[in-house]
């Protein structure tokens, strides 16, 4: 099974500074997806951010982006000017090519202090 | 508005009382999944459906069972639920060739 690790539990970050949240994976297939979803105090899961391994790019979307190092198997997700809002849970994920299961790791809890 | 829609979105029950959660989405969407959240442990398949009446065991299948017989709906059926299946439940669903699943609101399930 594919297995993603989020080695942060927990992360304090000062408003209007940006914060990186780590994501390794592994996997032997060369085509997969990477997802990064947010889950507020309210407990839906909203999604953030996609990478696909043969994007040449990182991804970007807004105030997200996708620092994507294929040779390393890493997708941390930064984010920044950090606003209250972004007081959340965030979640890696990661999913093969022709599967139809997404893979999480365990999670990271970001604070947003003013 | 596209969405997926669970009920209930929270439930108390007792050991061995059978259940089912519903879920729907009108996205037309190809596949479909149910997960569970637990802390720590991040989000598990459950099950998944790659259309009507095609399903398959995800990662942490024991306990339920599941059913596709539309399209749009994809209820997650506990017979005989017990404490070890407390927890946050989502549904998801995606489109063919589409990268982004949709999740639920998310089920609470409490089991005493």
């Not at chain 1, 993603?4 to 990186?20: D, H, L, N, R, S």
């Not at chain 1, 209250?84 to 893979?103: Q, V």
């Not at chain 2, 108390?12 to 569970?36: A, D, F, P």
Request: glycine share 8%; proline share 4%; net charge positive.
């Amino acid at each position: 099974a594919q297995k993603i690790t989020q080695t942060q539990p927990g992360m304090f970050v000062q408003e209007k500074e940006a914060v990186t949240l780590d994501c390794t994976y592994d996997t032997s297939d060369p085509s997969y997806g990477l997802f990064w979803y947010k889950q507020p105090s309210s407990g839906e899961m909203i999604f953030l951010i996609y990478q696909g391994s043969y994007d040449q790019q990182n991804a970007t979307e807004g105030r997200y982006s996708l620092n994507f190092q294929k040779a390393r198997k890493s997708a941390n997700l930064v984010i920044s000017a950090s606003q209250l809002g972004d007081s959340a849970m965030y979640f890696c994920a990661m999913r093969r090519a022709n599967d139809y299961k997404l893979s999480f790791g365990a999670g990271t809890t970001v604070t947003v202090r003013a | 508005e596209a969405q997926v829609t669970q009920n209930p979105r929270y439930l108390i029950t007792v050991t061995g009382k059978k259940l089912t959660v519903t879920c729907s989405q009108n996205m037309n969407h190809e596949y479909m999944s149910w997960y569970r959240q637990d802390p720590g442990l991040g989000l598990r398949q459950i099950y998944y459906s790659m259309n009507v009446e095609v399903t398959d065991k995800g990662d942490v299948p024991e306990g339920y069972k599941v059913s596709r017989k539309e399209k749009r709906n994809f209820p997650l059926i506990l017979e005989s639920p017990s404490p070890n299946q407390t927890s946050l439940y989502f549904c998801a669903s995606r489109g063919q060739g589409l990268h982004e699943q949709y999740f639920g609101p998310g089920t609470r399930l409490t089991v005493t």
